[in-house]
């Protein structure tokens, strides 16, 4: 079988995986004219890295990232308001890691590269059209120059491409540009000390002004150190103009530091993490509504292409991951490509649609901004703003929608690998 992966980011590399370990061998087609280790911080949940785990990757995970082992929400003004252990120290039977996403994308690479060889990976391939059939042909072109670069028929098509994602525009020409919420993100990465429990993932704020804080490499760690990711978020009126979502734009930090100038926590002081930092990377909070079909004959779409949600909750990656394994299992188990394009999108879309709707309401993190708004200075006592089933009940509502609840896991866990 010919297939054809059309983007060589996590979702699509973790395809190529998945696919060759079931005896397939795709090729992937990406557009970046060469491979470089982009990004900052990432995070995995148990049941992606027991997709990768299923791959032989949790151990090379494992030597890069932190294994995540807790995770606190506060207030603006650093008081906690809610703790829960991730991961392992949760009881999983796989970690939480939250890793660097250029290292994770070139372990990803190399794998591939070792596994399926060099030349299944083609860069400087833009896809540019596509042609539907039996056998749908695609043409690509270089980035650049806009040059014909080649045109492949393929017996599979898998839309890998991300966010601004061709092969859904294809089959979705009229959908327009990704839905800004008004929240504009930066991110970045500084070297520091450990903080909290030295694995511990944080989020400070409300729903108008956040800090998201984890460490992401275990070298760091091992020296005492701390590589430190973060994420400063602030929400502006979503009607006016915004620069399209570029994972790459650099901007100065002073349009956002004055506003966390205040957030010295006894614990840590976010305005020196800012500071820090050698380089700030501004992305918009952006997602997409979720359509009706992703599957169209033999062309399909997956990751970001499939479902771009807002980066709340952790979901990202590891939903992409989810989609790959789907997307494997469903193409071994049946003996037509529509079949299986048909029975991946059942498994899929409804799941995924679920999480882009739960993260528009916040995702887990709507615990701060119930605190925010019932005690916007600050609380004597916790217990007096907010009752620990209500939190409890919000945490665990979202694993269950974002699908790694423990019961969930621990059934996967039971189960024979296949
Ligand atoms: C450069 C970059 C940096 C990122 N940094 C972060 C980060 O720091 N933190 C975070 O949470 N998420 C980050 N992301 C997004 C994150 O990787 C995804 O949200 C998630 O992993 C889902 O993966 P995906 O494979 O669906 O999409 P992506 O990982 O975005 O991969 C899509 C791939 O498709 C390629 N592509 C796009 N259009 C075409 C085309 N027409 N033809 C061929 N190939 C095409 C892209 O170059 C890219 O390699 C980043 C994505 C990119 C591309």
């Known amino acids: 079988m010919d297939i054809a992966i059309v983007g060589g980011g996590i979702g699509g590399l973790v395809a190529a995986l998945a696919l060759h370990a079931r005896g397939l061998v795709p090729t992937v087609y990406e557009s970046a004219a060469e491979m470089r280790q982009l990004g900052v911080g990432i995070n995995l949940l148990p049941h992606a890295v027991r997709v990768l785990d299923d791959l032989g990757l949790r151990a090379q995970l494992l030597e890069s990232g932190i294994a995540t082992a807790e995770l606190l929400y506060f207030n603006k003004f650093g008081q906690r308001i809610w703790r829960e252990p991730r991961g392992i120290e949760a009881g999983y039977a796989w970690p939480q890691i939250s890793i660097h996403r250029g290292r994770l994308h070139g372990l990803l690479l190399a794998e591939t590269r070792r596994r399926l060889g060099a030349g299944r990976i083609l860069t400087g391939h833009h896809l540019a059209g596509i042609e539907e059939g039996v056998r ?86 091992d020296a ?12 502006f009126d979503p009607d006016r103009p915004f620069a399209r979502e570029d994972w790459n734009r650099n901007v100065d930090r002073a349009t956002f530091l004055p506003a966390f100038a205040d957030w010295r926590f006894d614990w840590l002081d976010i305005p020196a993490v800012i500071e820090g930092a050698d380089e700030v990377f501004e992305y918009p909070m952006v997602d997409r509504d979720p359509v009706a079909r992703w599957s169209f004959g033999a062309v399909t779409l997956m990751g970001d292409a499939a479902h771009p949600m807002y980066p709340i909750g952790s979901n990202g990656a590891s939903q992409a991951i989810l989609d790959a394994e789907a997307l494997a299992l469903a193409l071994t188990g049946h003996d037509t490509i529509g079949g299986a394009l048909e ?51 919000i945490a665990a509502r979202y694993k269950q929608v974002a699908g790694f609840d423990r019961a969930t896991l621990d059934s996967l866990a039971a189960a024979p690998r296949g």
């Open 224 to 235: 005492g150190r701390s590589l430190i990711n973060w994420v400063a978020e602030l929400r």
């Open 343 to 393: 029975a991946y999108q059942e498994a899929r879309l409804g799941p995924t649609a679920a999480i882009v709707r739960a993260n528009r309401n916040q995702g887990p993190e709507q615990v701060m901004q119930l605190v925010e708004e019932r005690a916007p200075g600050g609380f004597e006592r916790l217990e007096d703003v907010v009752t620990n089933e209500e939190l409890e009940g």
């Open 136 to 221: 749908p042909l695609l043409h690509f072109t270089d980035r650049t120059s806009g040059a014909h670069r080649a045109s492949v028929a393929c017996d599979l098509a898998i839309g890998a491409d991300g966010i601004h994602s061709m092969v859904r525009r294809h089959f979705y020409p009229d959908e327009g540009a990704p839905v800004w919420n008004g929240a504009i993100l930066w991110r970045a990465t500084t070297e520091g000390m450990p903080f909290l429990g030295g694995r511990s993932m944080f989020m400070a704020g409300h729903a108008s002004q956040k800090f998201v804080c984890y460490p992401i490499s275990k070298a760091h760690h």
